[in-house]
């Protein structure tokens, strides 16, 4: 009787088993299979060639390191050593023979971006402003005096020049072709530590009313941009210019990853003006400006909010001679819309002064279309 019951629960446990077995094969039938872990391998690369790409960039660097360059300023300033003797009260006494002053050298450092074999250099005007003495390091550790050819401080970009006659210009490449999310690298000498570079990515294009410059394109990235590394390189993934790094937004002074560069279009237009005529020409039409709201849409009566309010006119000016008045809403200039004063003060600048311009317009209901000729724009004090 024991032998029964012995076999009647070794049979009970074994199909008990198998069922259980066929429960697991039912809910995982992947188990049945006899075919190993299947990892995902990345696939086999050419380890000869890292110089392009995502693994490393040291062939961009390579191309354009060597035409970046530190640069050193100093501008010296007069001080008085004893300001009791400026009181007015004691100089009616004594006159000026107690004032005593002193020399103070202020140093100051940047980048900049040789632009031409023949010693031409492209910085910020902000980098060399009111300096006495301008010195650049090369990439190899060569000093050399340097002097100002031409500043334009409405770009915030100046040339400087050293009498070295085989410098290795660097390439420039063509900014509008930009897009976000392209790979940038920043090169130039941040905090006077030396030669560095930094990589980010274009995050936007065509940054204005930042309050930085009168005319603002700039390029946003965030690659680490600190101070010194003003008037140094913004290249792409090949080592071309494609920007000067002008600023940086911090509340910290150091980098937040927003940094804005000029576009190398615009630097390349203010470089050669300059390096040809010693300052920039541009176009200039003699008004002042103001942007459409909704308020003055209503005001007007006026379908959309666009266009820019003529709220003055220089007499005798471009516009003034063209036959346009206060209170007109300029709406096109050679059929190019137009939607803040900003736009047109840019527009207008990129015309070569003589050139004729259609100017549409309203007067009221009236549609206008007028033509100026541009004047050259005042050199800003």
């Not at 446990?13 to 809910?27: N, T």
């Not at 872990?37 to 354009?64: C, H, M, T, W």
């Not at 150091?254 to 005529?277: H, K, T």
């Not at 004729?356 to 317009?361: K, L, R």
């Amino acid at each position: 009787m024991n032998i029964e019951k012995l076999t009647g629960f070794i049979i009970t446990s074994i199909i008990a088993g198998l069922a259980a077995s066929l429960v697991i094969l039912f809910v995982n039938p992947s188990l049945m299979s006899d075919k190993p872990l299947e990892i995902q391998e990345a696939p086999q690369r050419n380890f000869d060639n890292l110089g392009n790409g995502p693994v490393s960039y040291a062939e961009a660097v390579k191309k354009a390191a060597p035409s970046v360059v530190n640069i050193y300023t100093t501008k010296i300033t007069t001080q008085q050593i004893t300001p009791l003797f400026a009181d007015p009260f004691l100089q009616h006494f004594f006159g000026n023979s107690l004032s005593q002053t002193r020399k103070q050298r202020e140093s100051s450092l940047g980048s900049g971006v040789i632009v031409d074999s023949r010693g031409y250099i492209l910085t910020n005007n902000h980098v060399i402003e009111g300096a006495d003495e301008i010195r650049i390091v090369l990439a190899t550790g060569q000093t050399l005096q340097a002097s100002i050819i031409g500043a334009d401080p409405e770009s915030d970009l100046a040339i400087i020049k050293v009498n070295h006659y085989s410098l290795p210009a660097i390439t420039f490449s063509r900014s509008s072709n930009l897009q976000v999310g392209d790979v940038v690298l920043a090169i130039g000498n941040p905090f006077g530590v030396g030669q560095t570079v930094t990589q980010g990515i274009v995050s936007a294009t065509g940054r204005n009313q930042l309050g930085i410059n009168t005319f603002e394109n700039f390029i946003q990235t965030d690659a680490a941009i600190n101070p010194g590394n003003s008037g140094g390189a913004l290249v792409n993934a090949h080592g071309e210019l494609i920007g000067i790094n002008t600023a940086i937004f911090s509340k910290s002074g150091g980098s937040q990853g927003i940094g804005f560069a000029i576009p190398a279009d615009l630097a390349r237009g203010v470089l050669e003006q300059i390096v040809e005529s010693g300052h920039v020409r541009r176009g200039w039409l003699g008004i002042a400006g103001q942007d459409i709201t909704p308020q003055l849409a209503e005001a007007y009566a006026l379908d959309e909010v666009t266009g820019v309010l003529i709220s003055g006119i220089l007499e005798n000016g471009p516009a003034d001679k063209a036959g346009l008045r206060p209170g007109d809403i300029i709406t096109q200039i050679d059929n190019q819309p137009l939607g803040s004063a900003f736009e047109i003060l840019n527009v207008i600048a990129t015309r070569r002064p003589g050139t004729e311009i259609v100017i549409q317009a309203h007067r009221g209901k009236q549609k206008l279309e007028l033509k100026a000729v541009v004047k050259e724009r005042p050199i800003a004090n």
